[in-house]
Each structure stands twice: as C-alpha cells, then as structure tokens.
C-alpha cells in the first residue's frame, strides 16, 4: 500500500529545522499541504521554500505556547487551505540543565508550559476548527526521556513523561473520530540536540545497538504511518523510536 496523503492539510509546530521540517518534508512528499510554525519568521521562509512555495505550504512565526499564535496559525491553516486534517506537536524547549532540585521554578513552568500545556491547547484549537465535525490525527513528539530517568535534563524528562500520559487521555477522549499517539525518539542529530553529541558522536552511538544517532527522516516516516489510515486502529499509543538504545538501559 502507498501512504499518501493528497488533499489533506497538516499543521507542523516547530517546523522550521529538525525533526520538525523533516516530518513536513515527509507529509508534502506525500501529497499533503502543511502550515509550520516556529518563532523566528527568516527560517521559516526558508523552511517555505525548501518545501515547494506557497503551493505546498505556509508558515506563521510565533511562540508555541502564545495562544494568540496559535489561534492565528490555526485560522490561517484554515484559510489557506480550507481544512486541517493532522496536527504534529512538534515544539519543544529545554533551556535549563542540572539537577532537577536546582531548577528555577520558573524555568520548569515554562518547560512544562510549552511541551505540555502547549500540545494541548493547540489539540483544542484544532479540534474545534475542524477535526471535532470532520475527524482527523494528532501525533505529538514526546521523547525517550520521558521514559526513564534522565540526568541533567530532568525536568525536560517530566514534561515528556506528561506529553505521553496526555497523549493517552487525549485519545480516550477523542475518539473515535480523532486518533492521537506520540513518537519517542532517542538523540536525533538535530541543532535542539548537539550538546549531547557533538564532539562525541562515535562514542554516543555506541551505546546504541543500531550503532548510530537518529536522523529527522527516521522519525518522520514514523510520523507519517502514524498520521495516516494505515494506522486506523492505532491510538493512545506513545512509538519509541530509539535505534535499541533504551533496551540496555542508555540514552
């Protein structure tokens, strides 16, 4: 079977560069338009062009936890293409590391408010904008971090533990008309990620029994099964996509 998905439109957050750009590259390789957000507009008209022009997509600059932003992205979304049948929660931030007792409490707010707080509300703009009366999917991007205990970026780990657990009752509540799940990825050779390989990559990957990092692409293609009607009978579920490296243990 050939997953495309001409005719439909898709709303990507946090799409101008990773993982991002690539599940939009991968949802307009296969026929959908896409909206991709992030905050800084020049990457994003970048992004734009690398994706086909305003023929195959749009964007709209904002923050990610801005509900102005996201109605806006949303009506825009709308607008261009007259409907939205997937949303990717993609945006997620991590600007604090150490000891989770050390965190700034606002610092760990506004992490959960992003990476939390954040998918849900833009679940809710896109349920009430079309997917409520239409149906559709949402794939949000929790992370293996959320899976264990991860040192240094603990609070980063809680944020994606919640995103996975709202991933669950989102789905319970949602369906049948709109299923949700997530995708965990492990290191992803991302700029969001090159503090934990950069100068060390060899030695990163070793601990990995596929014997490398992650590529946007390996997730995007994940992204996209998930999003599309292969996957009808898939909801509520969090795919742990991780080149092995979870099963002795690492991260």
């Known amino acids: 079977m050939t997953l495309t998905f001409k005719g439909q439109v898709a709303l990507v957050t946090g799409a101008s560069r990773g993982i991002g750009l690539g599940i939009a590259q991968e949802l307009v390789d296969r026929g959908a338009k896409v909206c991709i957000t992030a905050r800084n507009p020049e990457p994003l008209a970048d992004a734009v062009r690398g994706l ?52 700034d409490p606002a610092a760990a707010a506004k992490i959960l408010a992003v990476n939390v707080l954040g998918p849900l509300a833009w679940t809710k703009l896109a349920h009430q904008a079309w997917m409520g009366e239409h149906g559709g999917s949402v794939v949000n991007v929790s992370s293996v971090a959320g899976l264990r205990t991860s040192p240094g970026i603990g609070i980063y780990g809680v944020s994606k533990a919640a995103l996975s657990r709202l ?25 969001f990620a090159e503090a934990l390989y950069v100068g060390r990559e060899e030695e990163a990957a070793a601990q990995y029994p596929l014997k490398r990092l992650g590529l946007p692409e390996d997730i995007a293609g994940a992204v996209a099964f998930l999003l599309s009607d292969q996957a009808s009978w898939i909801t509520g579920q969090t795919l742990v996509i991780d080149g092995g490296v979870t099963l002795g243990g690492g991260l």
């Open 52 to 103: 086909g022009g305003e023929e195959n997509a749009i964007a709209v600059a904002g923050k990610g936890d801005d509900p102005e932003h996201q109605r806006a992205a949303v009506d825009r979304t709308i607008a261009a293409f007259g409907r939205l049948d997937m949303l990717v929660n993609n945006t997620g931030i991590n600007p604090v590391y150490g000891p989770v007792l050390d965190t």
């Open 167 to 191: 991933t669950m009752e989102l789905a319970g509540e949602l369906g049948p008309a709109i299923r949700v799940n997530a995708v965990a990825p492990a290191v992803v050779k991302t700029k």
